[in-house]
């Protein structure tokens, strides 16, 4: 991280805000290391996820592609014709059957 983290900008990339649990976990991290402009954008943003940062980092600005109003499915992901986004771009397969990513 930068000294003088006050004087950056952070911005945080994910490809689909589903529960916000991981972007919530890094802007509180973020803010530990004292930065203070942070955004996040996201291809999808569920409604879930960010009422949970909106919630608990109102000072935080999210951009996204395409809002998700409907929730998401009982798997915690976002339904939509994009099928695994986040999986598809990183080479892994849901937290709960996680396979190594391929180098």
């Not at 911005?11 to 649990?21: K, N, Y």
């Not at 955004?39 to 608990?56: D, P, Q, R």
Request: proline residues 7%.
């Amino acid at each position: 991280m930068p000294v003088n983290a006050e004087n950056y900008p952070a911005i945080i990339v994910d490809p689909a805000l589903a529960t916000g649990g991981s972007i919530d976990a890094t802007i509180t991290y973020l803010k530990e290391m004292g930065f203070k402009d942070i955004k996040v954008m996201s291809i999808f943003a569920s409604n879930v996820g960010v009422k949970l940062l909106y919630e608990n980092h109102p000072d935080v600005k999210v951009f996204a592609a395409k809002y998700i109003p409907t929730g998401l499915n009982e798997d915690g992901f976002i339904v939509t014709a994009a099928g695994d986004i986040g999986d598809r771009l990183n080479g892994t397969f849901g937290y709960t059957k996680a396979k190594p990513a391929k180098p």
